[in-house]
């Protein structure tokens, strides 16, 4: 299989799907840089238009649960405002002393304001995301400039 395909195409197919790591640099950079080599280079071979596609469809997929999780998360944090301010966590107390405003977070682990779980889940997630992402690029462009076919993982097809 690698001796039909060139040098050429393996190299575009591993530069595209590397060209998603310049989201650190600009922005939308997973999506613009991509989409450019991938529209210029895509009827010129089949190898280079499959690992476009892959690759983009990774980058919206992994845009798209990151902002699912964000979504998730912003009702618990909205809920739990008047909380804050109502009962315990946030208070002022008499402007007689030096240090009118204390923040108190509870005695114990669990008395935490009920925003910091779905929060903290959210992190952790968007971490694991961000983590897959990153490991997956570097994979797929490796395997790509060997002349494999590479298929992400928990990919939305997108484009087809």
């Known amino acids: 299989m690698t001796e039909s395909i060139t040098k050429h195409e393996r190299n575009l197919s591993a530069i595209i799907h590397g060209s998603t790591l310049t989201r650190f640099f600009i922005p939308f950079g997973q999506f613009l840089l991509p989409l450019i080599l991938w529209l210029s ?13 892959q690759a983009l469809n990774f980058q919206i997929s992994m845009t798209l649960y990151n902002f699912l999780i964000g979504m998730v998360s912003v009702p618990f944090f ?12 946030f208070h002022w107390n008499e402007w007689q002393h030096m240090d009118g405003f204390h923040l ?5 682990f669990f008395d935490f ?18 983590i897959v ?7 797929a462009a490796m395997r790509t400039n060997e ?14």
């Open 41 to 53: 280079n895509r009827n010129q071979s089949e190898f280079v238009d499959y690992h476009g596609k």
């Open 78 to 89: 909205i809920g739990s405002l008047p909380r804050l301010f109502r009962g315990g966590d």
């Open 113 to 130: 304001p009920f925003f910091w779980w779905p929060i903290g889940i959210a992190g952790l997630l968007g971490f694991g995301l961000f």
């Open 104 to 108: 108190s977070m509870g005695d114990g």
């Open 147 to 160: 002349g494999e076919y590479f298929k992400y993982p928990i990919t939305i097809k997108f484009i087809r």
């Open 133 to 139: 992402n990153v490991v997956y690029t570097i994979l």
